[in-house]
């Protein structure tokens, strides 16, 4: 079963849900990916999601130099990186 997502913001999580219910997520219309790193990362190497590559990313938390490099080589939108105190 196939899905298409279109809306602002969704978070890696809320997607990452996704898996267990649909074959192929489309997230071409989606304009914000927020989330940790390491969710960001499996939704980039998931073969079920499509239309990632011109979303932009909120990386929640800590991300290194080389994990915003891997990022950017597979999204051309803008990546933030937010971190939180706590």
């Not at 969710?39 to 079920?48: A, N, Y």
Request: charged share 15%; proline share 0%; aromatic share 6%.
């Amino acid at each position: 079963m196939n899905t298409s997502i279109t809306s602002e913001n969704e978070t890696a999580n809320s997607l990452l849900e996704l898996l267990e219910t649909y074959d192929n997520i489309n997230i071409s219309g989606v304009s914000k990916i927020i989330g940790t790193s390491s969710d960001i990362r499996c939704i980039i190497e998931s073969d079920k999601f499509t239309g990632f590559n011109t979303t932009n990313l909120a990386v929640t938390g800590t991300s290194d130099s080389n994990t915003i490099s891997y990022f950017s080589l597979n999204t051309t939108g803008i990546i933030e990186n937010i971190l939180y105190d706590g």
